[in-house]
């Protein structure tokens, strides 16, 4: 039976993302070459990962001869906002303000990222 497709990035799927940004556009041995160290992925493997970004939207293509050129379709920041998004429903009961707390409860913060925090939250106000 396959895998249910996750709405947001998986570890393997944000790599192959961050090449793509980096990148710009890219073929699947562009993405291949640009891959820190020595990942072991095999070239099918890319290419089906790729496809698959296709079709959850982060990634569209354009024929190049022989070549499908990889596009990215959604930012780093609207990755990252769909990720937090998809955290705050699923871990947080829908409640930014839990998933806040739980960060200033459970992650050391440096005191320029208290007062980062602060000035955001005094403009919100």
Do not use: C
């Not at 940004?21 to 073929?27: F, K, S």
């Not at 095999?42 to 496809?51: G, K, Q």
């Not at 920041?77 to 739980?102: C, G, I, T």
């Amino acid at each position: 039976m396959a895998r249910k497709a996750t709405p947001t990035l998986t570890e393997g799927e944000l790599r192959l993302m961050q090449v793509i940004w980096q990148l710009g556009e890219g073929t699947v041995n562009d993405v291949m070459q640009a891959l820190p160290g020595r990942t072991g992925l095999a070239y099918n493997t890319v290419l089906t990962t790729l496809r698959i970004l296709e079709r959850k939207g982060y990634l569209s293509h354009d024929k190049a001869g022989r070549a499908h050129v990889y596009r990215p379709l959604v930012s780093r920041s609207q990755a990252r906002h769909k990720a937090v998004r998809h955290m705050v429903q699923s871990f947080f009961n829908d409640s930014p303000e839990a998933l806040l707390l739980n960060v200033l409860e459970n992650e050391e913060l440096s005191a320029e990222d208290l007062e980062r925090l602060r000035k955001m939250i005094e403009a919100k106000e």
